[in-house]
């Protein structure tokens, strides 16, 4: 069983944390690759690719130009703990123990527009790049999508054995590059709603949070079949069966 989900915008880098063992990205050659492309861009056309404001795509300049192939500690974070948007809030995995990341290492990736898919204990550089960024590659590649192509499916389908599932709680941005469509393994996507008006509605924020949540359960409960996860009940959530379909999982809220 393998977990989806997606990177996060906001991200710490306060070095290799020296608990845990760093692995190397399964593709940094291509993630070298796209930041030498990204460091010959200028804050200006950053901004235009990537929608952002001025200070970001200075910042995110100021990133790539310091970029190196081969960060050294201080310059480098294991990616489930560099990133810190609403997710991985709900992921929590500052206080997990080498039992909780040997789990992950081996069942959670990350998709990442520059890194294709990151393991948690992967070394990586703080950067940021969408995978739905307008970011011509080549002329034959004339998105994320395309230069990745079939990339991403086939690492995730190598870590995966026969009958196993994909869990998928990456954001659709994310999940497209996966090219679950095409895969030969089963797809559970679960979805987080709260009751809102008298109807269970899907809130970004609690919902982003949920993905976390849930992917943290699954870590420090060690799920070996995906009927577990119907047990999952962090901050009030519960599997409704009415909601749910075959591959659509739907988790609600009555009450935050």
Known sequence: MIFLLSPAKKLI??????????????????????????KKKSPRSLKRMMGISQELAELNHERFQN???????KESMQAVL???????????????????MQYAQDHLRILSGLY?????????????????????VTPAKKNLYSYWGDAIKESISNDLE??????????KEYAK????????????????????DGEYKMMSFFAKKARGMMTRF??????????ELKAF????????????????????????
């Open 233 to 256: 009940d962090s901050e009030g959530y519960y599997f409704n069966n009415k909601l749910s379909k075959d591959d659509k999982w739907v988790f609600t809220r009555d009450k935050r």
């Open 82 to 100: 560099m990133f810190q948007g609403d997710v991985y809030q709900g992921l929590d995995a500052g206080d997990w123990n080498k039992g909780d």
């Open 116 to 136: 294709g898919v990151l393991r948690p204990l992967d070394k990586v550089m703080p950067y940021r790049l969408e995978m739905g960024s307008d970011f011509k």
């Open 162 to 171: 026969e009958n196993e599932i994909i869990v998928n709680l990456a954001s």
């Open 13 to 38: 880098c306060e070095g290799l944390n020296d608990k845990f063992r760093a692995t190397e990205p399964l593709f940094n050659a291509n993630a070298n690759y796209l930041a030498e492309k990204l």
């Open 218 to 227: 699954a870590v420090k409960q060690r799920i070996k079949d995906v009927e």
């Open 67 to 73: 970029w190196v192939s081969n960060p050294d500690n």
């Open 177 to 196: 590059a996966a090219r679950l469509g095409k895969t030969n393994y089963k797809v559970i996507s679960p979805e987080f709603k709260d009751l809102h």
